[in-house]
Nanobody, 127 residues
Framework: QVQLVESGGGLVQAGGSLRLSCAASGRTFSSFTMGWFRQAPGKEREFVAAISSSGGSTYYADSVKGRFAISRDNTKNTVYLQMNTLNPEDTAVYYC????????????????????WGQGTQVTVSS
């Protein structure tokens, strides 16, 4: 088990940037594939980005590719999501999640691959 706590959400104007952080407890953080998901009101929770345990591989949803960047610092037990050129369609609660499954298995886009979830942080983009 790992406990995850997100931070960094807030209100930003369209075209702006935010950096989300997700701090993890426990000594096994560097073993987890980490993902970011988001859920807008009335919609399903959707995949945003994932990063391998070492940080060497990253994957993105098409809707955020080129605008968002996921990274991790295993010495700080933290994963980040840098979000640039935000638009109102990015408004959602953002969740980080941890998976024991290696990212190479291709399951990183599926919510069911992740065993541990944070409580979420609200991101609101105004037009």
């Amino acid at each position: 088990q790992v406990q995850l706590v997100e931070s960094g959400g807030g209100l930003v104007q369209a075209g702006g940037s935010l950096r989300l952080s997700c701090a993890a407890s426990g000594r096994t953080f560097s073993s987890f594939t980490m993902g970011w998901f988001r859920q807008a009101p009335g919609k399903e929770r959707e995949f945003v980005a994932a990063i391998s345990s070492s940080g060497g591989s990253t994957y993105y949803a098409d809707s955020v590719k080129g605008r968002f960047a996921i990274s991790r610092d295993n010495t700080k037990n933290t994963v980040y999501l840098q979000m640039n050129t935000l638009n109102p369609e990015d408004t959602a609660v953002y969740y980080c999640a941890a998976s024991w499954l290696p990212i190479g298995g291709g399951t990183y886009r599926s919510r069911t691959a992740y065993d541990n979830w944070g409580q979420g942080t609200q991101v609101t983009v105004s037009s």
